[in-house]
């Protein structure tokens, strides 16, 4: 568990990952506080090896939550220069995560229309001239993260997003070259995939975090091998029913996992239902790659470290999900 491997060619130093979640540490621009700065050099701190931030909007559109992260917030540039210093001098790597919210998007918030795959009742199905658009969205914050010193980034295709939504058959009914089979389903992420490739330098990570319960299973295959001919580094695999699932489930997308690594050659990253080492360990041994973790870290942020010390520890996280839906700072009720 806590040998180093490489990833891209950098060193990671041992297999456990922070998954990508809301943090809520920004003001109403979406510049990021001091108190987003300590959240994740003490991840870093406590032995994390790679640290994917919570999601970034690309564009005004794409925005979520009023507190969410804006990269393009002349504020944040330096921040983010200093985040990855603190990062790195502990020895983690970090990536950002990228989203685009789509018709999960607030029009309160953003002032702008929703949009979709497909034009319905409050949203408007995305046309050629959007998609370029959001191609180069995707593109322009990739490149800020590289600037700034992130490792990588992770291009957030999962939990009913836009990139999501294009990939779900239920949900995308589109009869263009964006719809109908899983390579056209999956085009505007292999697009968003290969410009930023084209672009970045050849160490720069390149991630993506896909859902296991959208797709049939042979598509749900079919994606991995097309994400890999695309270039991609690594698959973290979610789901959209991750909140339905019963409290004590373990490792819930751990078959899918298992589909992806035998038939790509792509390193995958397992999260939900990870609450103990052994469970991990499991993991490990069924041929997955990382352990990515979100809740226990928000709950003790302090878990890895308790894990290299040998400790068999269940985390004590609740699985609550009241972390998950919080105003001001990502916290666990644990900890207050």
Not at 264 to 278: E, L, M, Q, R
Request: hydrophobic share 35%; charged share 30%; proline share 2%.
């Amino acid at each position: 568990m806590f040998e180093t491997k490489l990833l891209k060619g950098k060193e990671i130093k041992n297999i456990f990952m922070r998954s990508a979640t809301n943090e809520f540490y920004f003001d109403e621009d979406g510049g990021m506080t001091s108190d987003y700065l300590d959240y994740y050099e003490k991840f870093a701190k406590n032995e994390v090896g790679i640290i994917i931030t919570g999601h970034a909007y690309v564009c005004e559109q794409g925005r979520a939550s009023i507190l969410q992260l804006n990269p393009s917030n002349n504020q944040n540039y330096e921040k983010f220069k200093e985040l990855t210093r603190r990062v790195h001098e502990k020895g983690s790597r970090i990536l950002m995560q990228l989203a685009h919210s789509g018709s999960k998007a607030k029009p309160a918030i953003t002032k702008t229309e929703v949009v979709g795959p497909n034009d319905e009742e409050g949203c408007r199905g995305l046309r050629d001239d959007d998609v370029k658009g959001i191609i180069e969205a995707f593109l322009k914050t990739a490149k800020l993260a590289e600037e700034t010193g992130f490792d990588g980034v992770q291009i957030h295709c999962a939990h009913g997003y836009l990139l999501s939504s294009f990939i779900d058959s239920r949900k995308n009914h589109r009869q263009d070259n964006y719809g109908g089979c899983i390579e056209n389903r999956l085009r505007l992420v292999l697009d968003i995939a290969k410009a930023i490739k084209s672009t970045v330098a050849e160490d720069f990570i390149i991630a993506v975090k896909i859902d296991a319960d959208t797709t049939s299973t042979n598509d749900f295959i079919q994606m991995g091998k097309l994400l890999e001919t695309a270039g991609i580094d690594l698959i973290e695999v979610s789901g959209m029913s991750y909140s339905q699932l019963p409290r004590d489930a373990e490792a819930y997308w751990l078959e899918e996992c298992k589909r992806l690594k035998e038939n790509t050659t792509v390193p995958v990253a397992i999260v939900g239902g990870i609450y103990n080492k052994s469970c991990a360990q499991r993991c490990l041994n069924e041929g997955i790659d990382i352990i990515s973790m979100s809740r226990p870290l928000i709950s003790e942020p302090d878990l890895i470290s308790k894990w290299k010390e040998e400790k068999e520890i269940a985390s004590r996280c609740l699985r609550c999900g009241q972390c998950f839906n919080k105003e001001r700072g990502k916290t666990c009720i644990l900890n207050k």
